[in-house]
């Protein structure tokens, strides 16, 4: 069936660099843009990052522009995020979602993973 | 990139309807048939019920539209069910090829 799965989520330092990914399967990845969103502890809903279907477009949240780049190995049905200079605040669960084809909306999510930046 | 404004929370007995609007600007809701809604469940994924501001994903109960006017996207929900209770999150693309949520709304069925 049609799936994501996140993985690589952890307990890091501020200041250290973390990389998370999304494992797709059931659909062709290579044909769907793919979204980051987070999800801080008793909070709301934050976008961080797209990808379009080919890795050519990338787009990101003001709040980790320069520190988060976001990927994918179409090869391999992955999507990742590389987690820069991270700061407290960066702290929640991370879902990875699929778009919609040729429509604004993310209609497959993964079950996230959670990040935690804690000294 | 400023989140969109939702109410905290809203509350409807079973049976009734309601609405929750997300009000954005000329740059992301006004700007753009692309507002999305979801739904949910404490301790659960965000589900996707209404895309491109109107239009409802296969499986999704007909209970739940969506429309838009100006910089102000609803969502509203009829014939309230206890499984309704759940956090609802609109979101809209932006001029900047971006996206923005909005901070939430807390549907209570009382």
């Known amino acids: 069936q049609v799936q994501l799965v996140e993985s690589g989520g952890g307990v890091v330092q501020p200041g250290t660099s973390l990389r998370i990914s999304c494992a797709a399967s059931?659909?062709?990845?290579?044909?769907?843009?793919m979204h980051w969103v987070r999800q801080a502890p008793g909070k709301g809903l934050e976008w961080v990052a797209a990808?379009?279907?080919?890795?050519?477009?990338?787009y990101y949240a003001d709040s980790v522009k320069g520190r988060f780049t976001v990927s994918r190995d179409n090869s391999k049905n992955t999507l990742y995020l590389q987690m820069n200079s991270l700061r407290a605040d960066d702290t929640a669960v991370y879902y990875c979602?699929?778009?919609?084809?040729?429509?604004?909306?993310?209609?497959?999510w993964g079950q996230g993973t959670m990040v935690t930046v804690s000294s | 990139q400023s989140a969109l404004t939702q109410p905290a929370s809203v509350s409807g007995s079973p049976g009734q309807s309601i609405t929750i609007s997300c009000t954005g600007t000329?740059?992301?809701?006004?700007?753009?048939?692309?507002v999305s809604w979801y739904q949910q469940h404490p301790g659960k994924a965000p589900k996707l019920m209404i895309y491109d501001v109107s239009n409802r994903p296969s499986g999704v109960s007909n209970r739940f539209s969506g429309s838009k006017s100006g910089n102000t996207a609803s969502l509203t929900i009829s014939g309230l069910q206890a499984e309704d209770e759940a956090d609802y999150y609109c979101n809209s693309y932006t001029s900047s090829s971006t996206r923005v949520f909005g901070g939430g709304t807390k549907l209570t069925v009382l």
């Open positions: 059931g659909f062709t990845f290579s044909s769907y843009g």
């Open positions: 979602a699929k778009d919609l084809f040729r429509r604004h909306g993310f209609d497959i």
């Open positions: 990808i379009s279907y080919d890795g050519s477009d990338k």
């Open positions: 000329s740059s992301d809701v006004g700007g753009y048939n692309y």
